[in-house]
């Protein structure tokens, strides 16, 4: 039974070296089977689909965009005030990124990040006319637009031939414009007029369908909580 075993063990190690190109080390007369290498990969380098000098050009979806919840953009004026909101179009945020290996463990990139939102609101409103003061409830449209633009760095967790996990770390500059026709609604956000930084922080990973193609997630903080894209490789 034990010879049966051990042959059986032996037939599948063969075959999976045979499907997969894997290098098979043989120890006392045992097979051990290595990690599957990308093409090009020397022995002594780590499992993972990226290697040195290798581009990746991504196109990502992030979620959520509320800057009314997130950054009060409109002031407190607006917030309190204000009553029936709805959400006429929102894009989210949409991404793009380069990103370049300097090894296999560490990547530097830039990251281009749009997101807009237009809402309708309620608001009591108040004029005189005459010398009676008239109280209304009146419509305003607003809109709210965020651009971002990051340098990151990377760190690859070299764990498969297919499977990219990796943690970043971004540092950059961030805008917020806005528009309404709403006399009351005054920005009081000092952070994102005095100081437009934007700074992130995020763990996410690629699955490769072929040697270029892979989907990307990611979920961080400072900017969108969830991303999820295409990325290409180039090498």
């Known amino acids: 039974m034990k010879k049966l075993i051990y042959s059986l063990f032996t037939l ?30 020397s022995a002594d380098e780590p499992s993972s689909p990226l290697k040195k000098d290798d581009y990746l050009l991504e196109v990502s979806y992030g979620y959520p965009f509320i800057p009314y ?8 004026a607006f917030t309190q005030s204000s009553k029936l909101r709805k959400i006429t ?16 463990e560490f990547s530097v990139g830039l990251e281009f990040t749009y997101a807009s939102i237009v809402f309708d609101y309620t608001r009591i409103y108040s004029s005189f006319t005459g010398n009676s003061v008239v109280t209304k409830d009146s419509v305003f449209s607003a809109s709210a637009q965020k651009i971002r633009f990051l340098a990151k760095m990377g760190y690859h967790f070299n764990i498969s031939d297919r499977f990219d996990a990796f943690g970043t770390a971004g540092f950059g500059f961030k805008q917020f414009t806005y528009t309404t026709a709403d006399a009351s609604a005054q920005s009081n956000n000092l952070v994102n007029e005095v100081i437009p930084v934007a700074i992130r922080l995020s763990l996410g990973g690629r699955f490769f369908l072929s040697d270029n193609i892979a989907i990307h997630f990611e979920g961080g903080v400072g900017g969108p909580i969830m991303q999820i894209g295409i990325s290409y490789k180039m090498n």
């Open 69 to 76: 919840q997130e950054g009060n953009v409109f002031g407190s």
């Open 89 to 104: 179009k929102n894009t989210n945020h949409l991404c793009l990124r380069t990103d370049y290996q300097l090894n296999q």
């Open 12 to 41: 599948i190690v063969f075959i999976t070296n045979a499907q997969s190109q894997n290098d098979t080390v043989w120890i006392n007369g045992v097979p051990r089977i290595s990690k599957h290498r990308a093409v090009g990969m």
